[in-house]
């Protein structure tokens, strides 16, 4: 316990130089998708691999992909017997447009109040940095109760292209007892959550072809298909009146809702009240049949991500655009396949699309649901963990979001993960003024001290 004690001490004792390295990796605009920021990922990178020396992890290593690099590191000194820790982060970050709706230069950190705002404050650079500062100080105050291995790559918000081959191709280096996983969040403030359940993602952009170039719409409007009118009807009939998705075979293989879990779900207390506020929104909509907790944790989606064509200036300019391109997402529930969704919307346009256009489909990404044992040793002690802090039971949830790594990891790496984070659903992630309340924050670093202490 003087341990423990001493290694939270130590924590608050370096609160200003754990947000201080925050801010520096913050500073970095490491975009992931962006090809011209393809230097910044390599510094951020970088700067991390000289942090985690620094600490006192040992091969510290990076490995190049066919994109942007994996961040490897050990610290193998506990006993044998001892559960190893795979602690999973993502270094990269979502683009900033809309750039006009930022207060602030997404890549200058600001502190107002209780919050910090900068792109990848929530997602996930802070929670990353939580992990680093909990090792930190017990590593400072003492020896450190189980073995760590650490994998952090570049490429999560854009689908981890490259994440899986080198899970195959690493397997040994990477066997480990279970995943700390720090990418999810909490319902609340005070609402320490765990969360075991995750959606799948399959995502796609559309392309529509009309004429070979634009064309005056008095000369030829009403002769010509409009390629933009084509990819709006086409989208238009993906949903019937219920709200449920259109694709062929699209609900053949979803798990339904247990009576036992719709009760779990609904002790959340995450009604239409709560969405309306922190969305802004008239009314919530969706599914019929469902509650809002139910469609956003444990029923698919399918969403239009953005659309594109012809003149969007400003004042009018008269014409028929050559094409229209819509990016389109699928989130997907056990026991759904994305490549198997593919295939699904591949039926879907060819049987709906009419004889005057040309169209092409692409998916740009996958990754597969995903149920966590909330029974294994590690996960309560992260239980026990957040119950210390907040002097409170954590609520256990499915979350809406997708993080492809963990069934990545049960398939590949036969383990486990315990999914946890520290951001809060008014963080406004991949949105304008991304921010990170820092009280919370610092009690997760709190958290994870406890969490890695349990475990001895």
């Known amino acids: 316990m003087i341990m423990r004690n001493e290694a939270l001490n130590y924590a608050h004792e370096n609160e200003s130089r754990f947000l201080a390295f925050l801010n520096q990796i913050l500073e970095i605009p490491s975009i992931s998708t962006s090809p011209e920021n393809a230097p910044d990922m390599g510094k951020c990178a970088e700067i991390l ?84 500062a909990a090792i930190e100080s017990i590593f400072n105050t003492g020896e450190f109760p189980v073995n760590l ?12 292209p490259n994440l899986k081959a ?24 005070d609402l320490p959550t765990i969360v075991y359940g995750l959606r799948g993602l399959s995502y796609f952009e559309i392309r529509i072809f009309g004429p070979d170039h634009d064309l005056h719409s008095g000369v030829f409007g009403g002769i010509v298909h409009n390629p933009a009118q084509v990819l709006i009807d086409l989208i238009s009939k993906m949903h019937d009146s219920d709200g449920r998705i259109t694709l062929p ?89 994305p490549e198997k969704v593919h295939k699904q919307l591949i039926e879907f346009i060819t049987a709906n699309i009419p004889n005057t256009v040309r169209w092409e489909l692409e998916m740009l990404s996958g990754g597969h649901p995903s149920f966590s044992d909330v029974t294994i040793p590690e996960t309560i002690a992260l239980s026990k963990a957040l119950e210390t802090v907040w002097n409170k039971k954590p609520i256990y949830k499915r979350e809406g979001g997708s993080v492809p ?12 993960s315990v999914l946890t984070g520290f951001g809060l659903p008014d963080d406004n992630i991949h949105s304008p003024n991304e921010r990170l309340h820092l009280p919370t924050w610092h009690k997760g670093i709190d958290a994870l001290i406890h969490f890695f202490m349990n475990l001895e």
């Open 49 to 132: 691999i000289k942090k985690m020396k620094s600490m006192g992890l040992e091969h510290v290593q990076l490995f190049s992909t066919a994109r942007h690099p994996i961040i490897y590191a050990d610290f193998i000194h506990a006993d044998q017997n001892k559960p190893t820790i795979l602690i999973y982060g993502h270094y990269d970050v979502q683009p900033v447009d809309p750039i006009d709706l930022w207060i602030t230069d997404p890549f200058s950190p600001r502190v107002d109040g209780d919050y910090l705002f900068a792109r990848g404050a929530s997602d996930m650079k802070g929670q990353l940095v939580a992990c680093l």
């Open 166 to 189: 080198f899970l195959i191709d690493h397997k040994e280096l990477l066997k480990a007892t279970v995943a700390l996983n720090p990418d999810t969040g909490m319902i609340g403030v």
């Open 405 to 416: 790594v963990v069934a990545d990891m049960q398939q590949i790496l036969g383990i486990d």
């Open 149 to 160: 291995k650490f994998i952090f790559e570049g490429e999560e918000e854009i689908g981890s």
């Open 249 to 337: 075979h699209f609900y053949d293989e979803v798990m339904p809702l247990a009576e036992s879990e719709k009760a779990e779900l609904k002790r959340l207390n995450l009604d239409d009240a709560y969405y309306k506020s922190q969305t802004g929104v008239i009314n919530t909509w969706g599914e019929k049949g469902y509650t809002s907790i139910e469609r956003i944790g444990a029923r698919p989606t399918l969403e239009v991500n953005g659309f594109l064509s012809g003149f969007t200036g400003v004042g009018a300019k008269t014409i028929i655009p050559a094409k229209a391109m819509a990016k389109i997402s699928t989130r997907l529930v056990p026991n759904q396949d």
